[in-house]
């Protein structure tokens, strides 16, 4: 089946190409594929095909080149995929493959054409854990920013009553005290933790107080980057994203990278939230809407436990958790980057189960999406 020419072509072709003919069993093999799979041609030849292929895959071959040889046109073998193929010792290779008919006076052939990927696989999977990382770190950042303002707020009242209480003790202890004085130094203890509780209830503001740098922003499109970011931990957990965006959303007035934040605390939320399902498939919605041509609604549901109704308005309040090692910040932060936004953040629960938390921000008018 090859002249001299064909089988030159054949033999520089940069892929590893292998002729199957109809019984299964290899026709005709390049060097390429010698060095795949490390085989030497004469053992390749009369091979069935389902040699180099990873014995736990090999039982459903059978079927898919019957499946072929039925509706044969030039396709990539298991579209979306990932395939492996199996070398002479007992090896696994990543690879890709595209198969083609010909038919030819012998008889049909398979032509398949093979490409190590190894390498290409290698390199997806480390920008997953880039983006997986990048994920988590910018949640870090945020509770690490938060816990140096809380350190620095909280420690100057804090050695004043320490220190005001020590000065009272004393004067009790040293019997010579005077009420007056003690009066004094009680007052002081009361106004320094009155200025500690301004602390924390301020911190929030504290938080979003740096540059805001307001732009235009369509929200579809941040939600479509947060989501990018998040793929690979929401595969990780099992939990698909499924996404209902309205088209020609007017664009908001805002900070992307704040905006980003309160949606990826609210996924992330919501990721944990469905850590206890089990006998459902996992899914967080993201949906949005124009809200009487003048706000526009983004909606972050998840199919989880849902928030009990006396803890509906507690949650936004700083260090107000129910996880073990949770800051129940998160949504302090978000609360408060939305107010920023002259926004409002609430949460709900849906009819058919699990939360729901409602972001609204004001539309800029006039101008309609592209
Ligand atoms: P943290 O995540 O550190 O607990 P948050 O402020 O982000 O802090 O959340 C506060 C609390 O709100 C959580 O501990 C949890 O009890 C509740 N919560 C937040 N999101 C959800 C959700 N999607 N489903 C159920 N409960 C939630």
Known sequence: MADDTFRQVFEAAPNAMIVVAAGGRIALVN??????????????IGMPIE?????????????????????????AMGAGR???????????????????????????FVVASVIDVTERRRAKAEAQDLRHELAHLSRVVTV????????HELAQPLAAIRTNARVA???IAGGDHNADELHAVLEDIVAD???????????????????????????????????????SEARRRRVSIDLDLAPRLPAVSGDRVQLQQVLLNLILNAFEAMVEVTERRRVVTLRTRTVDDTRVQVDVADNGPGIADDRLGSIFKPFVTTKPSGMGMG???????????EGQLWAGNAAGGGAVFHVVLPAIRDTPAP
């Not at 492996?84 to 049909?108: M, Q, Y």
């Not at 690490?144 to 350190?151: F, N, Q, T, Y």
């Not at 949504?331 to 936004?341: M, T």
Request: without cysteine; neutral net charge; charged residues 25%.
């Open 31 to 44: 060097a390429q594929a010698e060095k795949i799979f490390g085989y030497q041609r004469d053992e390749l």
């Open 51 to 75: 040699t180099l292929i990873p014995e736990r895959f090999r039982a459903q071959h059978a079927a898919y080149r019957d499946r072929f040889a039925g509706d044969p046109q030039l396709r």
């Open 82 to 108: 990932e395939l492996f193929g199996r070398r002479k010792d007992a090896s696994e290779v990543a690879l890709e493959i595209g198969l083609n008919a010909i038919s030819t006076v012998d008889g049909p």
């Open 144 to 151: 690490g920013e938060l816990m140096a303002a809380i350190v």
């Open 169 to 171: 003790v004393r004067a």
């Open 193 to 231: 933790s009155r200025r500690a509780d301004q602390v924390i209830h301020h911190l929030r503001s504290l938080l979003t107080k740096g540059e805001v740098e307001r732009q235009p922003l369509l929200l579809n499109s941040v939600i479509d980057n947060v989501v990018s970011v998040m793929l």
């Open 331 to 341: 949504l302090a932060v978000s609360h408060s980057i939305v107010q920023a936004h």
